[in-house]
């Protein structure tokens, strides 16, 4: 049997969750989406209009099937967390279970298991704050959005994992190293989600026999990257002073994720996986 993925944090064909989903689909894996409520209109609209036809294409000329697309908010992990104002926001009123618990709890009862989960999302509201001008408020909501969330993840979904499954999320250099304009307790919350990584390893592992990596990866053009402001200089630094003098691509990120959910990877886990041509490796820019 071909294995199964649920790929949180997908709301159109330019960021890394997209290229993940394709990387798998293309090694065989059926795909299940976890959309944000309010980016899920748009999304299914411009699947089903064909907008993405052209980057559903895989290396072997077919297109990408995406099962199904599950409505989804990773900040709320059961209905009863769910304040007033956002139920009955309009975007929201409109669709139902995409709590985290309510989310597992539908493809429990879809597909029964699946094989590989990614987290592929984080939201901060005060990323372009210097961490020093940064409310409480900002710095939990970065905390809550992009690290509890892959906790919340797995705490729901392992239970639906097959034994040897294999988890992924998406970290980013700035929880290590001083990125200036990765702002807003975004730096703190990816710190998190990689110490996070090695206690989840543990526990996921001897309890469950599921593994949890996390991809460092370089600078994309993605739509939450473009809302931080600084992507292109990021781009153009990389390019500049890393080991690899090329643009990292989506597709790059994709396959490495693959590769983490596969057997080959069968003996990773816990681990922090650079996937940005070298960068991280230099001491200075050259
Ligand atoms: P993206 O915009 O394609 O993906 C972020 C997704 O998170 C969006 O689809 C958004 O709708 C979703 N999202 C936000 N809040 C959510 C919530 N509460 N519940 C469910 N979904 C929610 O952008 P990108 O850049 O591909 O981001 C994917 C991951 O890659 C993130 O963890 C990001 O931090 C990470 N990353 C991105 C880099 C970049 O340069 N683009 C570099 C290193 C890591």
């Not at 001008?133 to 970065?142: F, K, W």
């Not at 906790?151 to 994992?161: R, T």
Request: glycine share 10%.
């Amino acid at each position: 049997r071909g294995k199964r993925a649920f790929i949180a944090g997908i709301a159109d064909d330019n960021g890394y969750g997209w290229a993940i989903a394709k990387s798998l689909a293309a090694a065989g894996a059926e795909i299940l989406v976890g959309t944000w409520v309010p980016a899920l209109n748009i999304f299914e609209t411009s699947l089903r209009r064909g907008k993405f036809d052209e980057s559903r294409v895989l290396p072997d000329g077919s297109l990408m099937e995406i099962t199904k697309v599950y409505p989804l908010d990773a900040v709320y992990d059961c209905p009863e967390d769910v304040p007033e104002d956002v139920k009955t926001n309009k975007r929201y009123a409109g669709s139902s279970n995409w709590t985290v618990k309510e989310v597992a709890e539908s493809v429990k009862q879809d597909f029964g298991t699946i094989d590989i989960l990614v987290h592929s999302l984080a939201n901060g509201p005060e990323v372009s704050k210097p961490l020093l001008e940064t409310s409480r408020y900002g710095y939990l909501a970065a905390i809550s959005a992009s690290s509890y969330s892959f906790v919340s993840l797995l705490k729901y979904f392992i239970p639906i994992m097959n034994p040897g499954g294999s988890t992924i999320s998406l970290t980013y250099i700035a929880s290590e190293r001083i990125i200036p304009g990765y702002g807003g307790g975004m730096s703190s919350a990816k710190a998190a989600l990689e110490s996070d990584t090695k206690v989840l390893a543990f526990e996921a592992g001897r309890k469950h026999n599921i593994r949890v990596n996390t991809i460092s990866a370089g600078p994309l053009r993605s739509r939450a990257a473009k809302a931080i402001g600084f992507i292109d200089m990021m781009i153009d630094y990389s390019l500049e002073n890393g080991p690899l003098q090329k643009e990292l691509t989506a597709e790059e990120v994709g396959n490495a994720a693959a590769f983490l959910a596969s057997p080959l990877a069968s003996a990773i886990t816990g681990a922090v996986v650079y996937v940005d041509n070298g960068l991280n490796a230099m001491g200075v820019g050259v």
